[in-house]
């Protein structure tokens, strides 16, 4: 059974930082690529960041380009964010996203069940 488990979210002030985690079990994990996808609260699914199987392909979208940071390792089948100088609103459900390939392009197939972040002073 596939499963993605998101960590790591919590209530944060302006300026601070978080590092979320998405721990995979019950895929290759190295073989897929992961997005970290966002939804505000009121408001649509907001893509934040992808990347591809190796590592070696990021892309972010550009409201958190140079204060956030995707990363993975496949020996611990755990996909990273690190989230830094967040903003209010930076604030939604985190979820990890797997795609159907090894490059970020295609629908996903599978979520997680998301992990809060808030950011409030």
């Known amino acids: 059974e596939v499963q993605l488990v998101e960590s790591g979210g919590g209530l944060v002030q302006p300026g601070g930082s978080l590092r979320l985690s998405c721990a995979a079990s019950?895929?290759?994990?190295?073989?897929?690529?992961i997005s970290w996808v966002r939804q505000a609260p009121g408001k649509g699914f907001e893509w934040v960041s992808a990347?591809?199987?190796?590592?070696?392909?990021?892309s972010y979208a550009d409201s958190v380009k140079g204060r956030f940071t995707i990363s993975r390792d496949n020996a611990k089948n755990t996909l990273y964010l690190q989230m830094n100088s967040l903003k209010p609103e930076d604030t939604a459900v985190y979820y990890c996203?797997?795609?159907?390939?090894?490059?970020?392009?295609?629908?996903?197939?599978?979520w997680g069940q998301g992990t809060q972040v808030t950011v409030s002073s």
């Open positions: 996203a797997k795609y159907r390939g090894s490059d970020y392009v295609g629908k996903y197939d599978y």
């Open positions: 019950g895929f290759t994990f190295s073989s897929y690529a």
């Open positions: 990347i591809n199987s190796g590592g070696g392909s990021i």
